[in-house]
């Protein structure tokens, strides 16, 4: 959720921006900047910087746990291919 004091800092701004004509209409132009101004930040698909945070430690997680796996596979593979391969000793007893 948006914050509803940026929201207001930010329907203030836009009023005082305004012509002098058209900030004469009152004070519900600040209420009506800011009821859109909500609105239209809401269909935005945005997230608060608590979630962001969280999801950029558990991306940072998760490629740490991805590096461990990929080591452990090669190791595993490296292993493999050594028992797999003919050693010198097992060369010289066919011979």
Do not use: C, H, W, Y
């Amino acid at each position: 959720m948006l914050d509803p004091k940026k929201i207001e800092q930010i329907a203030r701004q836009i009023q005082d921006s305004l012509p002098k004509g058209v900030k004469e209409f009152g004070g519900d132009i600040e209420k009506k900047l800011r009821m859109i101004l909500q609105s239209q930040l809401g269909k935005l698909d945005l997230v608060n910087r608590e979630e962001f945070d969280i999801q950029t430690q558990v991306l940072l997680r998760t490629r740490e746990k991805l590096t461990a796996m990929e080591q452990r596979l090669n190791e595993l593979e490296a292993k493999l291919e050594n028992k797999d391969a003919p050693s010198a000793d097992n060369a010289e007893k066919k011979e």
